[in-house]
């Protein structure tokens, strides 16, 4: 009893850990995609511009395979914006009052379709040769775009060295805690070998065993790891407050998968090392 509670024991300590790191490697690619989706390109116009050519230039980016969305934003709008940004500042709303007139220009927001091919939209926009465009420096979106491209690479990297690391370890220790469980029991093999018993009879209970071991060791972490992950959804929603960073349903819509490959995983391991601890002690 004390062994298959030592054995079952590991087995949970290694998959909440693999399924820690998962997470973090979740939450840091959440992140990442959240922060891409803020990303916008603006293209500024001339105040003057025509509504008509703007609607026209609008549809004109609009068709384009890389683009997602082009918002307009009216000379009203972006006064609008600008007020409600500066509605504690009476300072500024007093200059702009003082001035009289709506001192800002329309534009087009621009959402990129995919964030890997912004650079290619960036350069097309930079050919667009219309009188109406008053200003298109990208020179930020580029940079931000750049940074955010090594921040991602980099992460990967050292999140799949980490976890390989850590699911290479917790494999040696639950194959060895196996052998050391299977240890204890191999006088018992070695009389079954004596008398006669098939290797079915010998090989099955351990058989067995490793699907029990599997299968309450990942029972158990999904009992466990989803409340985890409710107490933990409300923090990550302040931390990345204005970004869609849902780790509950991520696990929830990928369950199968997560803790299927696990549950797999963590049998093949089991009946492994049953199979080569028991077949040592079967050899009489």
Excluded: C
Aim: charged share 15%.
């Amino acid at each position: 009893m004390w062994l298959t509670i030592v054995t079952i024991t590991i087995l949970l300590l290694a998959l909440f850990s693999i399924n820690t790191l998962l997470t973090v490697r979740v939450i840091s690619d959440s992140a990442v995609v959240a922060i891409r989706e803020k990303i916008n390109i603006s293209l500024y116009l001339k105040a003057d511009a025509p509504e008509n050519e703007i609607l026209a230039l609008k549809a004109n980016i609009a068709g384009s395979d890389k683009v997602k969305s082009v918002v307009y934003v009216s000379k009203q709008n972006a006064l609008d914006s600008f007020r409600e940004k500066y509605k504690n500042n009476q300072s500024v709303l007093a200059a702009l009052k003082e001035l009289g007139r709506n001192p800002l220009s329309p534009s087009l927001t621009i959402i990129p379709s995919d964030f890997n091919q912004s650079e290619n939209l960036i350069n097309e926009l930079k050919m667009i040769d219309n009188p109406i465009i008053d200003s298109r420096d990208f020179s930020d979106n580029t940079t931000v775009l750049n940074k955010i491209n090594n921040i991602t690479d980099q992460a990967n990297k050292v999140g799949m060295f980490i976890i390989a690391i850590f699911i290479l370890t917790s494999l040696l220790v639950v194959y060895n805690a196996i052998r050391v469980a299977i240890y204890t029991h191999r006088q018992e093999i070695e009389i079954m070998r004596l008398v006669g018993a098939s290797n079915f009879f010998i090989y099955m209970p351990y058989m067995v065993s490793a699907f029990v071991y599997a299968l309450l060791s990942i029972l158990i972490v999904i009992s466990v790891f989803y409340p985890f992950l409710s107490l933990l959804q409300p923090y990550l929603e302040v931390f990345f407050s204005g970004y869609n960073v849902n780790i509950l349903s991520y696990f929830v819509d990928n369950f199968a998968l997560v803790f299927g490959m696990q549950f797999l995983i963590v049998l093949l391991i089991n009946v492994l090392a049953s199979l080569f601890a028991v077949r040592k002690y079967a050899k009489v």
